[in-house]
């Protein structure tokens, strides 16, 4: 899914170059065509963007590890929950100056996105009857699961860029900088299952009532610095109104920090003809934390967009700009205690995609 809407959008980017060059006189890009930087006199821009995104991970399923008494008919299971992604609300401003001279400037820009997942779900009640070389049982089974991720993505951009035009209506916008991301994955489930037994024997009957609970939470933290480069293009439609295209790469060089517990808790009973049942319960607690490792961490991104631009009075102008972006993280999340059960080092790539609406203001 990453590759193909990554591909395609550079793809698109390589397209809108193509477009440009014939709609210039209808000829292709041959020599002849004038790339220039073009003279600009000193300006501000502020740019802010509301960005609706889904952000995806391989770890959107949790695993939590139920271990179940040899008396129960039931095998020893690992279940796996899922939490779908959803799309969520975040945010990004810049600001840019564009130096006197030929086309060069510079920009900072921030980027967040807080996002919140969570799913539960009720497994229906179910008996079994099985008739034991010892005992006839008749076995009553339910369960409560739940589970819920939560992230916090933080990225900050320092670039310079060149404008470049290339005849009349294409413009290019290379790029090079450096980028900061912080990505914070938290993810917590919970499995309550429950048990219930009859034995017939004579002259009486054993009851047996069993709650098997399992919580296991754990903590993924990226931080990361490192070069950043690419391009932007733009195709001039005319009245105001543009196409563009970015395309950017980084290579980020930081720590990740994991941390996860695990929390088990039994509670059975179990009655013996008349007399009150006899109680015992059996809890553990475990607290993991797997040593900070630095890690390089490739990093692409790519935005497709419309564009509409309007001179307001001398010296200001508004743009309005609204389009799709994907970006994605490379093995940016670890996970080395999801639970009891898997205590491998595993790591899974940070995707976010979704459209964005943009307004910036241009002032000379």
């Known amino acids: 899914m990453v590759k193909k809407i990554t591909a395609a959008l550079f793809f698109v980017l390589a397209g809108t170059s193509a477009l440009a060059a014939q709609t210039d ?11 220039m930087a073009p003279h600009q006199e000193g300006s501000w821009s502020f740019g802010l963007q509301a960005n609706y995104l889904e952000p995806e991970t391989n770890y959107n399923y949790l695993h939590t590890a139920l271990d179940t008494p040899n ?8 279940r796996a929950y899922t939490v779908g992604s959803d799309y969520n609300w975040g945010w990004g401003a810049d600001i840019s100056y564009h130096f006197p001279g030929n086309g060069r400037d510079v920009n900072l820009a921030f980027t ?20 034991s070389p010892r005992l006839p049982r008749d076995i009553t089974t339910s369960g409560e699961h739940s589970a819920e991720v939560e992230t916090n993505y933080n990225a900050a951009d320092l670039t310079f860029g060149q404008l470049i035009t290339v005849g009349q209506r294409l413009s290019l916008h ?20 429950f048990y219930h037994a ?31 480069f690419g391009s932007d293009a733009g195709v001039n439609l005319g009245r105001g109104f543009s196409l563009r295209s970015t395309l950017g790469l980084s290579l980020l060089v930081g720590d990740i920090d994991v941390r996860g517990k695990q929390y088990h808790d039994e509670l059975v009973g179990i009655q013996i003809f008349n007399p009150p049942p006899t109680i015992t319960e059996r809890t553990t607690n475990t607290d993991n934390k797997v040593e900070t490792n630095t890690r390089v961490v490739p990093e692409a991104d790519a935005k497709l967009s419309v ?14 700009e609204g389009g799709y972006q ?12 999801m639970s009891t059960q898997d205590t491998s080092t595993q790591y899974t790539n940070y995707f976010i995609q979704g459209p964005y609406a943009r307004v910036q203001l241009d002032v000379a």
């Open 112 to 131: 967040q996105l807080n996002t919140s997942q969570s799913d539960s779900v009720t497994e229906p009640t179910t008996s079994l009857q099985e008739i």
């Open 25 to 35: 006189n209808s000829m292709p890009m041959v020599s002849g065509v004038v790339l």
């Open 174 to 193: 290379p790029f090079a900088g450096l980028r900061y991301a912080s990505i914070d994955y938290k993810a917590k489930a919970r499995a309550d299952d």
């Open 71 to 78: 008396f129960y008919p039931v095998e020893d299971s690992n």
């Open 307 to 320: 564009m509409y631009k309007v001179d307001v009075n001398n010296g200001y102008s508004l743009g309005f």
């Open 198 to 228: 009859d034995t017939t024997i004579l002259p009486g009957v054993i009851v047996v009532d069993m709650r098997v609970t399992d919580e296991p939470t754990w903590e993924s933290d990226f931080q990361g610095l490192g070069p950043r």
């Open 326 to 337: 994907v970006t994605n993280y490379f093995d940016a999340v670890q996970n080395s205690v």
